[in-house]
Nanobody, 126 residues
Framework: QVRLLESGGGSVQAGGTLRLSCAAS????????MGWFRQAPEKEREGVAG????????YYTDSVKGRFTIYRDNAKNTVYLQMNSLKSEDTAMYYC???????????????????WGQGTQVTVSS
C-alpha cells in the first residue's frame, strides 16, 4: 500500500523557517513526480512546489519563489520543502502528493497526483 507521511509543520513567527518532510513507503517513488500543495480555510487547494522524478526539474508558484525550495533524497524516499521568510499568508495545511501515472498535466494540477498524504499544519503569526 502506498503511503505518504508529512511532518515538520508547526507554528512560527513571520520571517521564520520550517522544513517539511514527506516520507514515502510502499512503492518505488523514485519514478514519480512529487508535489507540495496547501489549503487554507475556505480556499481551494493550491500547488506550492513540484519536482520531477529525477529531481532535475523544480516548479514553484509565484508567491513562494525565492523563499521555498523543494528537493528530494531518493535514497531516503523523502521529498522536502524548505520554507524560509515565512509570511502569515503561508498559513495552511500542507499536503504532499505523488504521481505514479505520469500523466502529462501541469505540476500544479491536483488531478495529476493519485496519492496524497494526510497533511501537516503550518501556522505563521505576524
Amino acid at each position: 500500500q502506498v503511503r505518504l507521511l508529512e511532518s515538520g509543520g508547526g507554528s512560527v513567527q513571520a520571517g521564520g523557517t520550517l522544513r517539511l518532510s514527506c516520507a514515502a513507503s510502499g512503492y518505488t517513488y523514485t519514478n514519480y513526480d512529487m508535489g507540495w500543495f496547501r489549503q487554507a480555510p475556505e480556499k481551494e487547494r493550491e500547488g506550492v512546489a513540484g519536482i520531477s522524478a529525477s529531481g532535475g526539474l523544480t516548479y514553484y508558484t509565484d508567491s513562494v519563489k525565492g523563499r521555498f525550495t523543494i528537493y528530494r533524497d531518493n535514497a531516503k524516499n523523502t521529498v522536502y520543502l524548505q520554507m524560509n521568510s515565512l509570511k502569515s499568508e503561508d498559513t495552511a495545511m500542507y499536503y504532499c502528493a505523488a504521481d505514479s501515472r505520469q500523466w502529462r498535466l501541469r505540476w500544479s494540477t491536483p488531478g495529476k497526483y493519485n496519492y496524497w498524504g494526510q497533511g501537516t499544519q503550518v501556522t505563521v503569526s505576524s
